[in-house]
T-cell receptor
Framework: GQNIDQPTEMTATEGAIVQINCTYQ??????LFWYQQHAGEAPTFLSY????GLEEKGRFSSFLSRSKGYSYLLLKELQMKDSASYLC?????????????FGTGTRLTVIP | EPEVTQTPSHQVTQMGQEVILRCVPI?????FYWYRQILGQKVEFLVS????????KSEIFDDQFSVERPDGSNFTLKIRSTKLEDSAMYFC??????????FGPGTRLTVL
């Protein structure tokens, strides 16, 4: 099975940097994803890591350590519109279907 | 930019009734998924579909659920006899080869 943990809520200030951590335990690990979800909307893709290390994409970066079962999402130069839930998801091998298993999400509130 | 579409956006039904949720994945995508999200909870995998058959399904996807790709564009989720606990947001997603799954806007199902 899959077990994915991330903090429930975080608050950060506009213009600052925030790091959202995710730990996971899974069989057949085949990649870790971060999605952003605004209330009442669909998840939208932010980043993907399958190898150890840092992936940078503009204001967003994601890190993975497979040996530690650990990832983080780093958001820089926070903007008010970054207030949303951030979902850590693990892709597990299963007949090549690339199914995603999500954590409960971290609700980030950006304050002025 | 191509996108996944879902209809209806909101479906209200009586307990015990059948519902069909419709999705139009991105054309030329090969893998199709249904996920659900009960209000305030995590996104949960239901089923994946590839090459006109179910690739994998979760424990949630019991005999009350079925999926179909009746033509070259639509992908449907049927719930035969809805229960109160089926009330949730249902997301369709599709995938080509890249790791990113593209999610539709969701159908909010309310069972009374």
């Amino acid at each position: 099975g899959q077990n994915i943990d991330q903090p429930t809520e975080m608050t950060a200030t506009e213009g600052a940097i925030v790091q959202i951590n995710c730990t996971y335990q899974t069989s057949g690990f085949n990649g870790l994803f971060w999605y952003q979800q605004h209330a009442g909307e669909a998840p939208t893709f932010l980043s993907y890591n399958v190898l150890d290390g840092l992936e940078e994409k503009g204001r967003f970066s994601s890190f993975l350590s497979r040996s530690k079962g650990y990832s983080y999402l780093l958001l820089k130069e926070l903007q008010m519109k970054d207030s949303a839930s951030y979902l850590c998801a693990v892709r597990a091998d299963g007949k090549g279907a690339n199914n995603l298993f999500f954590g409960t999400g971290t609700r980030l509130t950006v304050i002025p | 930019e191509p996108e996944v579409t879902q209809t209806p956006s909101h479906q209200v039904t009586q307990m015990g009734q059948e519902v069909i949720l419709r999705c139009v994945p991105i054309s030329n995508h090969l893998y199709f998924y249904w996920y659900r999200q009960i209000l305030g909870q995590k996104v949960e995998f239901l089923v994946s579909f590839y090459n006109n058959e179910i690739s994998e399904k979760s424990e949630i996807f019991d005999d009350q659920f079925s999926v179909e790709r009746p033509d070259g564009s639509n992908f449907t989720l049927k719930i035969r006899s809805t229960k109160l606990e089926d009330s949730a947001m249902y997301f369709c997603a599709s995938l080509m080869h890249s790791p990113e799954q593209f999610f539709g806007p969701g159908t909010r199902l309310t069972v009374l």
